[in-house]
Nanobody, 123 residues
Framework: QVQLVESGGGLAQPGASLTLSCAAS????????MGWYRQPPGKERELVATITRDYSTNYADSVKGRFTISRDNAKNTVYLQMNSLKPEDTAVYYCNAHRPGSGWSGVPDYDYWGQGTQVTVSS
């Protein structure tokens, strides 16, 4: 099994920066991609950024140029550096880890999720 623990959330003023961390433990060798999702109050969960084991990245248009996702495979940790924060960034941020399925063994794909960490941007 894989466990994900997020940290780094909190209150920030507009224009400030925060860095989120997600530490993975367990059967991490099976994980291919990790990412961050967020759920603003009263809205659906949305993609923020993803990163594969070989460091290929993908970002939502709303955060491009402001947020940076990275990972340290030696530490089994993924990060989200958030700069130039806006009130619209206020949300619960969730760490995600994706395990590909194995066709030969019949194991399906599976997504692991962290508990979530609150980010509030307000003046």
């Amino acid at each position: 099994q894989v466990q994900l623990v997020e940290s780094g959330g909190g209150l920030a003023q507009p224009g400030a920066s925060l860095t989120l961390s997600c530490a993975a433990s367990g059967s991490i060798r099976s994980i291919n991609a990790m990412g961050w999702y967020r759920q603003p109050p009263g809205k659906e969960r949305e993609l923020v950024a993803t990163i594969t084991r070989d460091y290929s990245t993908n970002y939502a248009d709303s955060v491009k140029g402001r947020f940076t996702i990275s990972r340290d495979n030696a530490k089994n940790t993924v990060y989200l550096q958030m700069n130039s924060l806006k009130p619209e960034d206020t949300a619960v941020y969730y760490c995600n880890a994706h395990r590909p399925g194995s066709g030969w063994s019949g194991v399906p794909d599976y997504d692991y999720w962290g508990q979530g960490t609150q980010v509030t941007v307000s003046s």
